[in-house]
């Protein structure tokens, strides 16, 4: 049996866990799963306007698969958790570039204390 995988878009084996599945473990699971994490999550989409603020600078809007980013790890800097300036809502594809650094950090940094200042 086979299944479309919703983070690459292949076609898998049912039982196959595909490499670009994010899957948090251990302390960063547990920061996660706080209701004070899910209060940030839903303000800081609110200030962005449910918007990749990344396809924003760009000039395109982009509504759809919004994600919040953290742009220093949790495994880094658990402390980063709730600040609004380490957090950025991206579209999956730039959450994914994000993830693999090919975003210059100080740019999202910027684009987060952008939004801070005008919200």
Do not use: P
């Not at 302390?27 to 918007?51: F, P």
């Not at 603020?53 to 220093?72: L, M, P, R, S, W």
């Not at 991206?90 to 684009?111: F, G, P, R, T």
Request: contains cysteine.
């Amino acid at each position: 049996m086979y299944k479309s995988c919703s983070k690459c878009g292949k076609i898998h084996s049912y039982n196959f866990r595909c490499s670009t599945r994010r899957e948090y473990a251990g302390e960063e699971r547990k920061l996660r799963s706080k209701y004070s994490w899910t209060k940030k999550s839903q303000e800081i989409r609110e200030k962005s306007h449910n918007l990749c603020e990344v396809c924003k600078a760009q000039g395109v809007f982009t509504y759809d698969n919004i994600e919040v980013h953290h742009i220093t790890k949790l495994k880094e800097d658990e402390s980063k958790l709730l600040e609004n300036e380490n957090l950025i809502c991206l579209c999956q594809e730039h959450h994914k570039q994000a993830d693999k650094n090919e975003i210059d950090k100080n740019y999202l940094v910027e684009l987060a204390k952008i939004r801070e200042q005008t919200y």
